[in-house]
């Protein structure tokens, strides 16, 4: 089992920065990938960034050139840095980890932008 824990998240305003963290724990040993989603109300679960073991990283479009995703050197933390944030990122966001022992998820923080 892994269980996943995210933080950071809250109010910010257009065109602010948050930084999201996700720390893993339990079988951290088994874990391949780890990533972030995120879903508003209403609407399916969609993916944001991830990064692998190797440090490969993958953003969606929307996203891309404003959110980084990073990890620490124990592979058992991962960082979600978002910058010129938009009203369109309020979204309660999901953490991820891929690996031997299945696919898990955190709980979710929410992230508000107001305008």
């Known amino acids: 089992q892994v269980q996943l824990v995210e933080s950071g998240g809250g109010l910010v305003q257009a065109g602010g920065s948050l930084r999201l963290s996700c720390a893993a724990s339990g079988s951290t040993s088994s874990i391949n990938t780890m990533g972030w989603y995120r879903q508003a109300p209403g609407k399916q679960r969609e993916l944001v960034a991830h990064?692998?073991?190797?440090?490969?990283?993958n953003y969606s479009d929307s996203v891309k050139g404003r959110f980084t995703i990073s990890r620490d050197n124990a592979k058992t933390t991962v960082y979600l840095q978002m910058t010129s944030l938009k009203s369109e990122d309020t979204d309660v966001y999901y953490c991820t980890s891929y690996g031997l022992k299945g696919v898990f998820w955190g709980r979710g923080t929410q992230v508000t932008i107001s305008s």
């Open positions: 990064i692998t073991s190797g440090g490969s990283t």
